[in-house]
């Protein structure tokens, strides 16, 4: 959910540029020597008459890297 004041909008349907990402799964690739490079995006659902504004998540989006 992101939010501005009172107003709400439900993210859903994280994605990157390799497969889709469900909350509470995970993803498995490989790094490269020099680094790999990949995109996050999702779905935005805005209402009809969804008042205006900066909309942020407070949470934030976490992306945790295990080496092995």
């Known amino acids: 959910t992101i939010t501005s ?3 709400n909008m439900t993210v ?3 994605t990157t540029d390799q497969t ?5 799964t995970s993803w ?3 790094l490269g020597s020099s680094g790999t490079t ?6 935005v659902h ?3 008459n969804q008042a205006a504004g ?3 998540n407070v949470a934030g989006f976490p992306v945790t890297v295990n080496y092995q």
């Open 5 to 7: 004041g009172a107003n």
């Open 12 to 14: 859903d349907t994280y």
């Open 20 to 24: 889709v990402v469900t909350p509470g």
């Open 28 to 30: 498995t690739g490989t």
């Open 38 to 43: 990949f995109h996050v995006g999702g779905m």
């Open 46 to 48: 805005v209402a009809a």
């Open 54 to 56: 900066l909309y942020t």
